[in-house]
């Protein structure tokens, strides 16, 4: 009976292999909890029956050869190795299993609101009716030295949904005066932009510390903070946010741990606290195998640095967090990340729609990132130009459908090295802005002055053109190896 149990589990492996994608289709059945716990029942009666055999079997067999003394306690310490040996990998499958049904029925972790704004298609492709997907990505920092709930990692991820590449937008958190859609409460209280807290303070960051302060002005929402910062967000870039995922920054620390590290060449060294506390060590340049508590500062270090940079090593981090968290290593991490991310991430992804988001996360794994954040090469942070903003996002989205997907961001150049490090750029590419900048700076220079109009009483006006949006072709030069440090 076992064997033909047996046989079938392998006929039904080798046909489950076959038809379809095994990735994809086994990611979809583990996102339904149903499944999931017809999955625990199974596993359990399998190993309880399998442990069983053994045990019958031993005593049958002792029995039959009437073992006395030493042999019949070798045959059950040899029975009692074999239990164990079944035992133990299925009470880590049942313990994954029981871990992730778990998850799912997480009301904290999904569910949120605003997730069911967004129906998805029916069909084998939920993604079939949606061209781009917009995912507000917020992180929490939660360090010892901050008072008051400020997002300090505010990116934005505007996903294809057909081939999964993404442009990921990173905003400065002391980008000032902020603007709000039309018709909002934020747009009546700032009709100029944001500028309650007073100078040098009226930073987006600071959106959600003001919304918290006023839940007047947010009747009936359960997060005001969390709404104005998606306001201001989806002004400043001229996208309109379509989900949020929100993780608090320590928390990260067990995410990394819990998929064993991120491997990286650091790019110099940086401290490890600094501002207002004292520096306590240094993540040292070079290849290194960076756990929790190091991934984190390198995220979140501000000692020697401006947040332009710390942008770029928060883009980086996340890309190779993403780059090393394949199925095989999350499968075997299961219990500790569903641990890490029921008690750090928050996420208004209804269950529902789970399975969808399953295999866009697939396709954004083939599509890959390109990094977009925003510098004062784009626009200054202390008097942005909006207008000019909204067109640089149209054409970084554009740039990044003609890019093939980026190479890793892990850095093979050495430390020191004064050769650029690679950034997955195509060469053709790089080429091709340069000699398009290269021809733009010779037609500006050779260019005649703009015609002058002159109006009846003799006066002049200069006639202008609409500047044209620069997209860099190697946005995180900051922060990877090779680069010069300032």
Same mark, same amino acid.
């Given at each position: 009976m076992l064997l033909a149990i047996l046989v079938l589990t392998i006929v039904a492996l080798a046909a489950f292999l076959a038809l379809g994608d095994p990735l994809r289709n086994g990611m979809m059945l583990l996102t339904n909890r149903s499944v999931l716990l017809g999955l625990m029942v199974m596993a359990g009666v399998v190993g309880l029956i399998w442990a069983l055999q053994i045990v019958l079997a031993n005593l049958a067999h002792s029995t039959r050869q009437r073992l006395q003394g030493s042999k019949r306690y070798v045959a059950l310490g040899l029975a009692a190795l074999m239990v164990v040996g079944v035992a133990l990998p299925f009470g880590r499958g049942l313990q994954s299993l029981w871990a992730t049904q778990r998850l799912l029925g997480s009301e904290t972790v999904f569910g949120g609101f605003g997730g069911e704004d967004h129906p998805l298609a029916e069909?084998?492709? &939920?993604?079939?009716?949606?061209?781009?997907?917009?995912?507000?990505?917020?992180? /929490?920092?939660?360090?010892?030295?901050?008072?008051?709930?400020?997002?300090?990692?505010?990116?934005? =991820?505007?996903?294809?949904?057909?081939?999964? /590449?993404? =442009?990921?937008?990173?905003? &400065?958190?002391?980008?000032?005066?902020?603007?709000? &859609?039309?018709?909002?409460?934020?747009a009546k209280a700032f009709p100029d932009g944001f500028d309650y807290f007073g100078p040098n303070q009226d930073l987006i960051n600071a959106v959600w510390t003001w919304a918290e302060d006023r839940p007047d002005l947010f009747p009936d929402d359960p997060n005001p903070g969390l709404t104005a910062t998606r306001l201001a967000v989806e002004e400043t870039l001229g996208l309109e946010t379509d989900f949020y995922a929100m993780v608090n920054l320590q928390g990260f620390e067990d995410l990394v741990n819990a998929i064993g590290g991120v491997d990286m060449v650091v790019e110099r060294r940086i401290p490890i606290g600094g501002g207002a506390s004292s520096i306590d060590g240094y993540i040292e340049p070079g290849q290194q195998?960076?756990?929790?508590?190091? =991934?984190?500062?390198?995220?979140?270090s501000r000692e020697g640095s401006n947040d332009f940079n710390r942008n770029c090593r928060q883009q980086r981090i996340v890309r190779r967090v993403a780059e090393e968290a394949d199925p095989a290593t999350l499968a075997l991490s299961v219990p500790k990340l569903v641990s890490a991310t029921e008690a750090n991430i928050q996420t208004d992804i209804p269950v529902s729609n789970l399975d969808a988001f399953v295999d866009l996360a697939l396709r954004i794994k083939d599509g890959g990132f390109t990094s977009y954040p925003i510098t004062p090469d784009v626009t200054p942070s202390s008097n942005p130009d909006f207008e000019y903003l909204e067109s640089w996002v149209d054409a970084s989205i554009e740039d990044s459908m003609k890019k093939d997907p980026p190479e890793s961001v892990q850095g093979e150049t050495e430390p020191g090295s004064s050769d650029p490090a690679d950034t997955g750029a195509a060469p053709e590419e790089e080429s091709s802005s340069e000699d398009s900048a290269d021809a733009t700076s010779e037609e500006e220079t050779t260019e005649e002055p703009t015609e002058e109009t002159s109006s009846s009483e003799g006066e002049t006006t200069e006639a202008t053109e609409t500047e044209a949006p620069v997209i860099d072709q190697d946005p995180l030069k900051s922060c990877l190896p090779g680069a010069e440090q300032g």
């Open positions: 069909g084998k492709d &939920p993604w079939a009716n949606t061209e781009r997907v917009n995912i507000l990505l917020l992180g /929490q920092d939660a360090g010892d030295d901050r008072t008051g709930t400020r997002p300090d990692t505010i990116m934005v =991820a505007s996903v294809d949904t057909d081939t999964g /590449q993404t =442009a990921l937008f990173s905003i &400065p958190r002391n980008l000032e005066k902020v603007e709000f &859609p039309k018709g909002t409460t934020a195998k960076l756990d929790g508590f190091h =991934a984190l500062w390198y995220a979140r």
